[in-house]
């Protein structure tokens, strides 16, 4: 079966320092890959998409991912936080149907 | 452009009473779903839809019915309400040959069961 699974919970990172969240995946294949950001108490906006071509991807809020087909990974990384960045993070693979599998989300807290 | 549209933002139910979320999307959209959100646990998809006609389960979709009779409209409905539909719902859609123009969102539809 399709998964998706992120270990981290809960990630707290101080202002300006590096962040990576992960993401692995079960899939038979390489299925389109999505990270999405939600903002406490709004709706989802993607901050970037992996399909093929260059692993390294780069979204918005100076935000990138790599995709690493060896380790079925799908890592979100930012080299330096700002405190807007808290919220919670999903790590999304699409499959058939172009159905959305969601990860459990990492929340990030940024300490001043 | 308005996107996907869903309504009410907020709802309280009784246990026992039955309700529609409604959702429209004005970009001519194949594909639509239907998203419930609950805390520590992501989002897990309930019905969705490839084309007005055509809908099927999702991964939770007991206490949920879905229709599709239009390419804009798909509203998902609660017959029976219970505590454990106490949740964040959201509706996606995408055109089916262009995900790199990613998926829609609606802003959510918060329900509570009491």
Redesign the interface.
């Known amino acids: 079966a399709q998964s998706v699974t992120q270990p981290d919970i809960h990630i707290t990172v101080s202002e300006g320092a590096s962040l990576e969240l992960r993401c692995n995946y079960s899939y038979g294949a390489t299925p389109y890959l999505f990270w999405y950001v939600q903002s406490p108490g709004q709706g989802l906006q993607l901050l970037l998409k992996y399909f093929s071509g260059d692993t390294l991807v780069q979204g918005i809020k100076g935000f990138e991912a790599e995709f690493k087909r060896s380790q079925s990974s799908f890592n979100l990384r930012k080299p330096s936080v700002h405190w807007s960045d808290a919220a919670e993070y999903f790590c999304a693979p699409s499959g058939g149907y172009n159905k959305l599998i969601f990860g459990a989300g990492t929340r990030l807290a940024v300490h001043p | 452009n308005a996107g996907v549209t869903q309504t009410p933002k907020f709802r309280i139910l009784k246990i026992g009473q039955s309700m529609t979320l409604q959702c429209t999307q004005d970009m001519n959209h194949n594909?639509m779903?239907w998203?419930r959100q609950d805390p520590?646990?992501?989002?897990?998809?309930i019905y969705?839809s490839?084309g007005a006609g055509i809908t099927?389960k999702?991964e939770v979709p007991n206490g949920y019915n879905v229709s599709r009779s239009t390419t804009e409209d798909f509203p998902l409905r609660l017959e029976l309400a219970a505590p454990s539909q106490t949740s964040v719902y959201?509706c996606?859609s995408?055109l089916?040959q262009r995900?790199?123009y990613?998926?829609t969102?609606?802003?959510?539809t918060r329900l509570t069961v009491v």
């Open positions: 594909y779903y998203y520590g646990m992501g989002l897990k998809l969705y490839v099927d999702g959201f996606a995408i089916g995900l790199n990613g998926y969102f609606g802003s959510g």
